[in-house]
């Protein structure tokens, strides 16, 4: 029986070390083919130029280790990684990414599948 694994809004509160040992787990669990859908909060050109612009409901201002939050005091509250960080994580814990990300509409896009982005991976050989 093939495994789907389904992590909504969990790595959207983790700091990097905690995020990189899920993924390592996720990709251990998944058989080959196995799928797996994570929301994020991905900064790219577009999202960043939307937080710049003051569009976004969430803005991510504050660089803590790799990884972008909202609130230095308590970083778990909302954070973001850039996307070049979460691809290259997918792509050393065995994942590869279903292309297009979905993205969200958390930083002011006009329009979202959902309100976070959402990345759907399968596990290769």
């Known amino acids: 029986m093939e495994l789907d694994v389904f992590l ?6 983790m700091l990097p070390q905690d995020t990189e040992h ?20 991905l900064l790219n050109d577009e999202s ?10 969430i803005n991510f201002v504050y660089e803590l280790d790799g990884c972008w939050v909202k609130n230095p005091d308590v970083p778990e509250m909302a954070v973001a990684y850039p996307e070049s960080t979460v691809r290259n994580l997918y792509n050393q ?23 976070q982005d959402m990345v759907i991976t399968y596990k290769r050989a």
């Open 22 to 41: 899920y993924l390592n787990e996720v990709s251990r669990v998944l058989k080959q083919g196995g799928r797996c859908l994570i929301t994020w909060f």
């Open 93 to 115: 814990c065995q994942l590869s990414i279903s292309e297009p990300i979905k993205y969200g509409s958390w930083c002011g896009r006009p329009q979202g599948l959902s309100f």
């Open 8 to 13: 909504t809004s969990v790595v959207t509160h």
């Open 48 to 57: 960043k130029q939307l937080i710049s612009q003051q569009a976004s409901q």
